[in-house]
C-alpha cells in the first residue's frame, strides 16, 4: 500500500497496481512526497517523482515564453499516462481529434505549447496562469 503525503501535512493510503502508477498518482493530486512500501519502506518527494517519470526539464510547465521547446515524445506519452485520459477523451479537451494526438505520441511532428498547456493543467502539472509582463506588451 502506498501513501501520499499531503502539503497541508494530511496523509492518505491508496492501491496502485506499479511503482510506475503510485508516481503518477502523487503528481496528479500534488502531493508533497509519496510514501513507498519496501523492506525499508521509502519517501520520494515530488521533484524525485517528476525526476524519475522524466517530466523534470527546466521550463517544461512553465508559462508560455519565447525560446519554448516542445515536449519530447516520451514527455508527451508521460503526460498523457499522467492524465488517465484515453487518446479520444484528451483529443476532446483539447479540442483536437484522436487522430492528433496519436500523431504526436507516435513522434510525428511538435505538439503545440496550447495543447501541452491544457493537458498539464488539467494533470495538475501546471497553474492556469500567465506572466504579468506578458499581459502588459
Given at each position: 500500500m ?17 511503482m ?6 502523487a ?6 512526497q ?8 521509502r ?5 524525485q517523482?517528476?525526476q524519475?517519470?522524466?517530466?523534470n526539464?527546466?521550463?517544461?510547465f512553465?508559462?508560455?515564453a ?8 516520451e514527455e508527451?506519452?508521460?503526460l ?6 484515453p ?5 476532446l ?8 494526438i496519436r500523431?504526436?505520441a507516435?513522434g510525428?511532428?511538435?505538439?503545440p505549447y496550447?495543447?501541452w ?5 488539467y494533470?495538475?502539472?501546471?497553474k492556469?496562469s500567465?506572466r ?6
Amino acid at each position: 500500500m502506498f501513501a501520499l503525503l499531503r502539503r497541508d501535512g494530511s496523509r492518505e493510503e491508496f492501491d496502485a497496481p506499479d511503482m510506475w502508477e503510485a508516481m503518477r498518482t502523487a503528481l496528479r493530486l500534488d502531493a508533497a512526497q509519496l510514501e513507498v512500501p519496501g523492506d525499508p519502506p521509502r519517501s520520494m518527494t515530488a521533484d524525485q517523482v517528476r525526476q524519475e517519470l522524466a517530466l523534470n526539464r527546466p521550463g517544461l510547465f512553465d508559462a508560455y515564453a519565447p525560446g519554448w521547446m516542445p515536449p519530447t515524445v516520451e514527455e508527451f506519452r508521460e503526460l498523457l499516462r499522467v492524465t488517465g485520459l484515453p487518446g479520444s477523451a484528451a483529443g476532446l479537451l483539447v479540442g483536437v481529434s484522436q487522430d492528433k494526438i496519436r500523431k504526436w505520441a507516435g513522434g510525428k511532428g511538435d505538439v503545440p505549447y496550447a495543447v501541452w498547456r491544457l493537458l498539464s493543467i488539467y494533470a495538475g502539472l501546471a497553474k492556469p496562469s500567465v506572466r504579468n509582463d506578458e499581459l502588459t506588451k
